[in-house]
């Protein structure tokens, strides 16, 4: 009997041996002693001036590839981040299987912008690259930190395009209320607060070039056409010198919540478009309490906070808690942040 037990624990090693090896025949082993990071290399040695008048040409970073001393293909991530924060609050500028990513100006301005540079004042944003396996995200090699110095330029949005009429603050006579770029080349948006009454679109505060609507159901925009009728309201306007159209829809950005004057159920307290800064804001009272941004008084749209001070997110975010007082809150809604000062 003792021999029988003998025999089959033999035998029960073997096979375990012998699968154990059929196994390691189709594994591959990674050895951590032989991974090799990536190194990026920054453009320009590391210092870059950006310009609105190049904002299209681009900026091309590079790095060498990651070795996990085997025949294994790396997705990179190139991250940015505010200096000297350990990249607490990575954003990733880029994705790719390749070891190199370019970046218009513009979108780096934009970048440079989102992590609190300031326009024409050199400042620097950390960067790095991390090479990664798989879709878990598996054993990330992380490049050697770098300190990018960056001068943005300054967004201008202005356009020399306005809203004239007896709806508008100014009547007839001007000055019109402005509309701002947009993402898109001869685009432009107009916040505006309207009464009864008639509007056009003209530029240069002139009557040389302006557009009415011949047919207002056609939404067309027609060179020397009809005055548009409006009722009174807050909207947003587009113009499409594109294709000649236009659009005109109810849009107010407002506070909400029990620290304002109307507690949760509004009307909220409106926020007024700054063109030039590309940002929402007012001046109110507050009490003891919280609130939240959001669109046209309604749920459809809103922003909160979250574990980040001043920055906001679409994305059940938190009330903003806020002591009794009066503030100018600012909100800019592109970048998703936010501020909150007294007054």
Known sequence: MKNLLKYFSVLFIGLMTIFSCTDDDHEVRLDEANFVKPELTLPNNGTVILAEETADSTINFQWSEADYGQNVVPKYALEA????????????????????????????????????????????????????????????????????????????????????????????????????????????????DLIDGEIKFRQDNKWDLDYGDNDPVDGKLDKGGKNISVKAGSYKVTINLNDLTYKIEPYTWGLVGD????????????????????????IVTMKDGEFKFRLNNKWDVSYGGTDTPNVLTDENGANIKIKAGTYKVTANFNKKTYSVEAQ
Do not use: C
Request: charged share 20%; hydrophobic share 35%.
């Open 81 to 192: 981040a505010v200096s000297n924060t350990n990249f607490a609050e990575p954003i990733i500028v880029a994705s790719t299987f390749e070891t190199s990513h370019s970046i218009t100006q513009k979108d780096l301005n934009i970048l440079a912008e989102s992590l609190g540079l300031e326009p024409q004042k050199e400042g620097t944003i950390d960067i790095r690259v991390t090479a990664i396996l798989g879709t878990q995200n598996s054993l990330p090699l992380i490049s050697e930190t770098k300190s990018l110095k960056l001068t943005p330029y300054p967004t201008d949005l202005s356009t020399n395009w306005g809203i004239v009429g007896s709806a508008t603050p100014n009547q007839w006579d001007g000055p019109d209320i402005p509309f701002w770029k947009t993402e898109t080349p001869n685009v432009f948006v107009a916040y505006a």
């Open 259 to 282: 620290a304002t004057p109307n507690g949760w159920e509004g009307p909220d307290v409106k926020l007024a478009y700054d063109g030039m800064e590309d940002a929402w804001s007012t």
